[in-house]
């Protein structure tokens, strides 16, 4: 398996402007994550699915973010508008149940910078 | 009260140095105790997991659980320069988890 993909790698935009990033899970994982990494809040979850149905959100920062799973090969993690604060590093993680442990596979991260 | 304190370093250590690192958590409900290694522009993987207190060994690797203490450790022998990354702990409830802010380490030849 090829693991957890994310796309872009890096992005740069202005502020105001809409991103949109990208995720495709492991095969077979039922539960997909989107994490946010600052050196100052270290990582932080912002919203969480199972089965393609959000399960938590409380950590999506304001209304500007929203999420979506459209079916269990693809999710994205949308930012409108965006603004100099939201540049951080973005990881996808997808997850399963091994009896009991359900061990996160990361994906590269995809880091925003918002000028 | 934070639910996971760890240090954030940084920590640098000669090659061959015996490595401590540590979190404390107040969450009763966790259930898997886990360390996760992030290498520098990659995602985090998971290095090493328990369930239970005690002591679990892999290869140069030892994690360390004192649920009484609430109280984790990760220890690395014969440290490595490529051991060098952040690592984080991390504790489950059921499929979420709750990690440490992390703590980078630096091994030098």
């Known amino acids: 398996d090829a693991g957890v993909i994310q796309s872009p790698r890096h992005e740069v935009t202005e502020m105001g402007q809409e991103v949109t990033l990208r995720c495709k899970p492991i095969?077979?994982?039922?539960?997909l994550f989107w994490y946010r990494q600052t050196m100052m809040r270290g990582l932080e979850l912002l919203i969480y699915?199972?089965?393609?149905?959000?399960?938590?959100d409380s950590g999506m920062p304001e209304d500007r973010f929203s999420a979506k799973m459209p079916n269990a090969s693809f999710s994205t993690l949308k930012i409108q508008p965006s603004e100099p604060r939201d540049s951080a590093v973005y990881f996808c993680?997808?997850?399963?149940?091994?009896?009991?442990?359900?061990?996160?596979?990361f994906g590269p991260g995809t880091r925003l910078t918002v000028l | 009260q934070k639910e996971v304190e760890q240090d954030p370093g940084p920590l640098s250590v000669p090659e061959g140095a015996i490595v401590s690192l540590n979190c404390t958590y107040s969450?009763?409900?966790?259930?898997?105790f886990m360390w996760y290694r992030q290498y520098s522009r990659k995602g985090p993987e998971l290095l090493m997991y328990?369930?239970?207190?005690g002591n679990k060994e892999d290869g140069r690797f030892t994690a360390q659980v004192d649920k009484s203490s609430k109280y984790i450790s990760l220890f690395i022998r014969d440290s490595q320069p490529s051991d060098s990354a952040t690592y984080l702990c991390?504790?489950?409830?059921?499929?979420?988890?709750?990690f440490g802010t992390g703590t980078r380490l630096q091994v030098t030849l």
């Open positions: 993680a997808s997850s399963s149940n091994r009896g009991g442990l359900y061990e996160q596979f």
């Open positions: 095969s077979g994982h039922d539960y």
């Open positions: 699915f199972n089965n393609n149905v959000p399960i938590d």
């Open positions: 969450n009763s409900a966790f259930q898997y």
């Open positions: 328990t369930y239970s207190s």
């Open positions: 991390a504790f489950s409830t059921a499929s979420k988890l709750t």
